[in-house]
């Protein structure tokens, strides 16, 4: 399989490039030369297996000449047996022809973990093979910050150091990164905000030779492999509901739109998908750009579901290069456009070329009405981004097709919008029940690029010459 640029001004490479790369030279994300395949009887034959077998099958058409089967067999054995649910991704009723696709049992409770334990097994295994070592370098408001941790921590090929404003993340936020004490995770409190903390790893990649004497590298979502490993759930959970005879609808609440593409990804290898649905909160620029096809940056607005609030959606991009025929330099035009201008007009050209899509924003008052019915009607507690997913899902023209909401984060993750819905106070699930009582380790460093730099030289395991 051979990958190609969404701005066509560079190299095609094999999946392995594609992994170490992230970002494509010419600034594009990478794609699939062309969709791999797969007939009804490859569908039909994920039906009863395990989720990591059923990841083996979808995914070996995008490893194909790059892994080897046996390999990755074992990574996505490894990366599933961290899970807490036996089926990885379990579906839940909530109302007839309703479902939750439950997708954080992983170790941080969110969906970031479904493909970041993989991700971090496949670059462990890429640079074991190479002989070489990375050093991955991120900031956090909260979040994304322990899935990057939790994928990385005891891999021995990789350090990452994680920098969080000091004082202004929760406190399980905080422990769910900080209480991790494997020798190669480095947790920096930084005194500052989140801007600066991600304004002094972005000065750490542009700081050219120490990229290079670091090794520098990210874990962000517009790696093609984390999108590829979020195909797996909509392929399971649309067998596990009578696919690939009947076809199945999803609402994918989103924000950089990295897992509503992985869900046209599965479309486009053949998997009957009836409908997708674009489910975003008070930040709409997905919304609108599929409403009016008007794609113009906001600001962005903060709400109960924090890890939506983007304004600018990477992999949007990916769906514009398939949108535009696969024409890089055209992409290229829009994405200067975006640039220079702050947007771009597509008239009807996404409701013509990408009609699987609908869209729906969803605002801060109906996400809090959305937990509370759905806690009246089924005795669920759902955290406030899948509540942007179900309420999406109630806009969408009723059919007797199965529709899917994707659960994408645990609603213990985001108590206090919870307890405000119903008055009930999710618990933590048992893996992290002793959370408050593990011993922490992070080290608190000015806002200050020099100081910080030294740090991550002292530490980072580089093969030095
Ligand atoms: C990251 C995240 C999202 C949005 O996912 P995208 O791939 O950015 O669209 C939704 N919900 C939760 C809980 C997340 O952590």
Not at 5 to 10: L, P, V, W
Not at 112 to 119: S, Y
Not at 409 to 415: L, V
Not at 430 to 435: A, G, M
Request: glycine fraction near 8%.
């Amino acid at each position: 399989m051979r990958y190609v640029s969404t701005r066509g001004g560079a190299a095609a490479q094999d999946f392995t490039g594609v992994l170490m790369a992230g970002l494509a030279s010419d600034g594009g994300l990478y794609l699939p030369e062309a969709w791999p395949q797969l007939a009804p009887a490859d569908w039909q034959a994920l039906a009863g297996k395990p989720y990591a077998e059923a990841a083996f099958r979808v995914l070996r058409p995008f490893t194909a000449g790059a892994l080897d089967d046996a390999v990755l067999a074992r990574l996505t054995a490894e990366a599933y047996a961290q899970f807490d649910h036996e089926t990885v991704c379990p579906l839940v009723q909530i109302a007839p022809s309703r479902w939750l696709l439950e997708l954080f049992h992983g170790p941080t409770l969110a969906f970031k973990d479904v493909a970041m334990q993989l991700l971090g097994r496949l670059f462990d295994h890429v640079l074991t093979a190479r002989g070489e070592r990375m050093t991955i370098v991120g900031a956090t408001s909260g979040d994304t910050g322990s899935a990057a941790i939790e994928a990385c921590r005891g891999r021995d090929a990789i350090d990452i150091f994680i920098l969080h404003p000091h004082e202004r993340t929760s406190e399980v936020q905080r422990r769910q990164m900080t209480c991790v004490t494997d020798d190669n995770v480095h947790n920096i409190a930084v005194r500052g905000t989140f801007d600066d903390c991600q304004a002094l790893v972005k000065a750490m990649f542009n700081d050219a030779p120490f990229r290079e004497r670091m090794r520098l590298s990210a874990v962000n979502s517009i790696n093609w492999a984390r999108v590829m490993a979020q195909v797996v759930y909509y392929a399971t959970a649309a067998v596990a509901l009578g696919g690939p005879a009947r076809p199945v609808r999803f609402s994918v609440p989103t924000g950089n739109f990295g897992d509503v593409f992985a869900g046209y990804a599965a479309a486009r290898m053949g998997l009957p998908v009836a409908g997708l649905t674009v489910a975003t909160n008070r930040n709409d620029i997905l919304a609108r750009v599929f409403a009016s096809g008007s794609y113009r940056k906001g600001e962005v607005a903060r709400t109960m579901s924090p890890s939506m609030d983007i304004q600018v959606s990477s992999n949007f991009e990916r769906l514009l290069f398939d949108a535009c025929g696969r024409d890089g330099a055209k992409v290229a035009a829009l994405m200067q456009g975006l640039d220079a201008d702050g947007g771009f007009e597509l008239g009807g050209l996404l409701r013509q070329a990408a009609p699987l899509f609908t869209a729906a924003a969803v605002d801060e008052a109906l996400t809090l009405e959305t937990i509370a019915a759905t806690h009246r009607s089924t005795g669920r507690l759902i955290d406030p981004h899948t509540a942007v997913g179900v309420a999406a899902a109630e806009r969408v023209a009723e059919d007797a097709l199965p529709m899917v909401v994707l659960s994408t984060a645990h609603p213990a993750k985001f108590p206090d919008a919870v307890e405000r819905a119903t008055g009930l106070r999710p618990p933590l699930p048992e893996r992290l029940s002793d959370l408050y009582e593990r011993p922490e380790r992070y080290e608190v460093l000015d806002a200050d690029l020099a100081q910080i730099q030294a740090h991550v030289a002292q530490r980072a395991r580089i093969v030095r010459e």
